[in-house]
């Protein structure tokens, strides 16, 4: 399985901006698998629900299309974050999308610190797909806190992890490893770089997106630079 991730430095509420860089950087690229960071278009530190709300979408908006136009030109499948909007509700979404549009999305389940005031908890159960023969699971960013969701994935059936990130805390990178070797799966941290002041927050993502394999072993450098990497395995 040819797998990419795209490590971004969004800016934030410029989707069109964000689009665009990830093009860029995609350009001549083809993968079985291409994962982009949590929130990748829309930027992560927001100051209130309508905020989010208004930079969300359903699966017939803006954010799946560019992904649908990226996945016919790569020929991968893409999981990446977005804010998935339904009924008044935004949740913090990963979507699975292919060259023929929208599969499904995972929706997050441990919301970190202030993303409980305008996210909505997950309310979708976990499951996995099946991308060129291999079964992927989905999760995103601080769900690596909790042993549960990549060892349920795991029992599962999966044996990739697609881990679309916006990762601010340090620890991330080695939790990965425990992960990894604890469940014997290969998973992809895709991370984003930049700093976000926002209200009151004020973040500095760590970059360190990060292929880890089933034994442990860490795959790719731990850059803090806008980069596309690519893995076989
Ligand atoms: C995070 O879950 N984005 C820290």
């Given at each position: ?5 795209v ?13 665009n ?11 079985d ?6 929130l990748?278009?829309t930027g ?24 649908t ?12 974050g ?8 935004c949740?913090?979404a ?6 023929d ?14 993303e ?18 291999v ?20 029992q599962m059936g ?16 080695d ?6 070797l ?6 992809i ?16 993502f ?19 630079i ?8």
């Amino acid at each position: 399985m040819k797998i990419v991730y795209v490590q971004t430095n969004p800016v934030f509420g410029e989707k069109k901006q964000n689009f665009n860089q990830v093009e860029s950087m995609l350009q001549g690229v083809s993968a079985d698998l291409i994962v982009l960071p949590e929130l990748f278009a829309t930027g992560y530190t927001f100051t209130s629900k309508e905020e989010a709300f208004a930079l969300g979408e359903d699966h017939k908006g803006e954010t799946i299309a560019f992904l649908t136009q990226m996945a016919q030109k790569t020929g991968a499948t893409f999981v990446a974050g977005w804010i998935e909007n339904e009924n008044d509700c935004c949740y913090n979404a990963a979507a699975v999308v292919n060259a023929d549009g929208f599969i499904d999305s995972y929706r997050k389940l441990n919301l970190f610190n202030r993303e409980t005031l305008w996210f909505s908890p997950g309310n979708k159960p976990l499951k996995t797909y099946t991308i060129s023969g291999v079964e992927v699971g989905v999760m995103i960013c601080f769900d690596w806190y909790f042993p549960e969701i990549t060892r349920k994935l795991t029992q599962m059936g999966a044996s990739v992890i697609a881990h679309p990130s916006n990762l601010v805390l340090p620890n991330c990178p080695d939790a990965m490893v425990t992960r990894c070797l604890e469940n014997r799966i290969f998973a992809i941290t895709a991370n984003r770089i930049g700093n976000e002041k926002r209200g009151e927050d004020d973040f500095t993502f760590i970059g360190k997106s990060q292929i880890t394999a089933p034994g442990g072993a860490i795959l790719s450098n731990r850059y803090r630079i806008c980069t596309t990497q690519t893995f076989l395995f």
